[in-house]
């Protein structure tokens, strides 16, 4: 067991279900309390959804595991209760460095851009994340989690999904509206409905060291190719939490996972790498070690009538890029929204389908950028590895071979372009902002800022952001027609962004207090986005229409 961290014991509780000998039913269930199924439950029960969540162990991971959490992963644990937490324990960085042997030859800033409020990653051991969400969770009354709870069957139906569990008091039946599996990557209940996942297997292996010491490094993401401390074979080095340094080290195909987990044969890798970085006589202690392959590999559509694949039960990469839990967060973000508005009857099921489209089309850009840095990192052929050797000896003083060079494209949000639920643009916008990209940060003030991040201020619901100079100059029609937005089955929240001034009572107004605002979205007087739930663009227009937008929201929500 760890020495620097605590873990909980969480109780098992005897469900209902066998206390009084009777099946159960649920509107939605979901299986796997891991980082993805606790951050769905959270999110549909924060909308005020009752919520299943089933998990067969009673604590959280053993180890590191998924250990870098991004941007766009932060701003959704954010709305979720956890991102403070977050932030506060792991550890931040925006630098990344490459080397070659034993010169630097490429770094990275992910966060080039002045004025955002969460880091471009953090550092932060899996166990960590899932206990806050556990915390989170349990402080709300309609989330009920049951450890100790094994799916042990699945028979899926039009209207619903029957299940059959295990428990240390016996088995029980219950049955669910909605399915939602998050139940990892070996995903028992995929392989119960015989459901296919497809991709590529890497033949390579990896060692995981979490060693505790106080090292001199920075804190920054460090990656060797060739060192001389471990030759032929690359070396990946990150902070965490407790002083606690993640080392994953190349073994090769070849390699004896039993014999390389061994201490005697571990602790000589970490000596040899300290040796010369001022670290020799440094003492450590080894915390937790694996041994891990991986491949780069999707189900082919992500929902199957009533059950729902989420996290690594539907897509799966490798470990460079940091894309395994920061997708399965944004999977989550992406299905809770569109899944509510389906059991509230305010969309078609239908709309699921485009989680699966939207949602493959990311994983689809993971795994092939996974798949890219997986290739150059362990080139699998002489001629590989003397093209990848000599771009890295280049790449010291040549812009053009930097640009080749990868040790793992790091997870950054997809642009939903080609997603059937944005409205196409209608006039002329510069930058980023394009509908269906996901929504760039910037600081806001004024008293309904509530906290001075626009992201903060947005999110879990439809809203119209209207741009202004002055919100209190607005005309009593436009007022009229703002206020308007609320009426309807799916509500529409108007907020005035200004550079002053403070709307009429009703409105809430967020200060462009550094003017970032209106350039990330090119903003000028009278310009309207229409926002997602999940934050990104649904559509944009150089002037405020009450019936355009209404048309625009009927299209993202698949009621055109």
Not at 9 to 24: A, L, N, S, T
Not at 412 to 417: E, I, N, R
Not at 460 to 477: E, I, M, T
Not at 502 to 528: C, H, M, N, S
Request: glycine share 8%; net charge negative.
């Amino acid at each position: 067991m760890l020495s620097t961290f605590k873990y909980p014991k969480f109780d098992y509780v005897r469900p209902p279900e066998i206390v009084e000998g009777r099946d159960g039913h649920y509107p939605v269930v979901i299986v796997g309390a891991g980082p993805v199924g606790l951050a769905a439950a959270i999110d549909l029960a924060q909308q005020g959804q009752r919520v299943l969540l089933l998990d067969n162990d009673d604590t959280v991971s053993i180890g590191s595991r998924g250990v870098c959490y991004a941007k766009r992963a932060l701003e959704v644990l954010d709305r979720l209760g956890c991102g403070d937490e977050m932030v506060a324990k792991g550890v931040s960085w925006n630098v990344g460095r490459t080397f070659f042997r034993e010169e630097e030859v490429f770094s990275f800033d992910l966060c080039p851009q002045p004025d955002h409020h969460r880091p471009g990653m953090i550092n932060l051991q899996q166990y960590y994340l899932e206990d806050y969400l556990v915390k989170r969770a349990r402080q709300l009354p309609n989330l009920e989690i049951r450890f100790k709870n094994n799916v042990i069957g699945v028979t899926p139906a039009a209207e619903q999904a029957t299940l059959r569990v295990e428990t240390p008091d016996g088995a029980y039946t219950l049955s669910t509206d909605w399915l939602v599996v998050a139940d990892g990557a070996r995903s028992p209940i995929r392989h119960m409905l015989g459901l296919d996942i497809e991709g590529k297997v890497f033949y390579d292996r990896f060692l995981i060291a979490d060693v505790v010491m106080k090292a001199e490094y920075p804190t920054e993401r460090w990656f060797w190719f060739d060192p001389p401390f471990h030759p032929n074979q690359s070396v990946l080095l990150h902070r965490q939490a407790d002083n606690v340094w993640r080392i994953d080290f190349q073994l090769g195909w070849q390699a004896d996972p039993e014999e390389e987990k061994k201490p005697e044969n571990v602790i000589p890798r970490i000596k040899a790498m300290l040796g010369g970085n001022g670290n020799e006589d440094r003492e450590f202690e080894l915390e937790w070690v694996s041994v891990y392959t991986f491949q780069c590999r999707r189900m082919n559509r992500f929902n199957h009538g009533r059950v729902l694949f989420v996290g690594d039960a539907a897509h799966q990469v490798s470990p460079f890029g940091a894309r395994g839990a920061n997708s399965g967060i944004q999977d989550t973000d992406n299905l809770m929204w569109k899944l509510k508005l389906v059991m509230d009857g305010k969309a078609p099921a239908t709309l699921l389908d485009s989680y699966s489209e939207e949602r493959v089309f990311a994983a689809d850009e993971n795994i092939m950028n996974s798949t890219r840095s997986t290739d150059f990192i362990t080139p699998k052929s002489t001629v590989s590895k003397t093209f990848r050797n000599a771009v890295l000896g280049l790449a010291e003083h040549h812009a053009f071979a930097r640009a080749l060079v990868n040790s793992g494209r790091l997870s950054v949000p997809s642009f939903l372009t080609e997603s059937p639920l944005n409205t196409p643009d209608g006039e002329p916008f510069a930058g980023d902002m394009v509908p269906g990209a996901p929504l760039d940060d910037a600081p806001v003030d004024g008293a309904d800022a509530g906290r001075p991040w626009l992201l903060q201020a947005l999110g879990n619901r439809f809203q119209l952001l209207y741009y202004v100079a002055d919100a209190s100059a607005l005309d009593p029609a436009t007022v009229d027609a703002l206020h308007g937005l609320n009426e309807g089955p799916i509500p529409v929240e108007p907020i005035v962004v200004a550079a002053r001034g403070a709307a009429p009572a009703g409105l809430r107004t967020l200060i462009d207090a550094k003017d970032r605002v209106r350039e990330r979205y090119d903003l000028q007087p009278g310009t309207a986005y229409l926002v997602r739930p999940d934050q990104h663009v649904a559509a944009r227009w150089r002037a405020f229409d009450p019936a355009k937008v209404r048309a625009a929201l009927a299209r993202a929500t698949c009621n055109a």
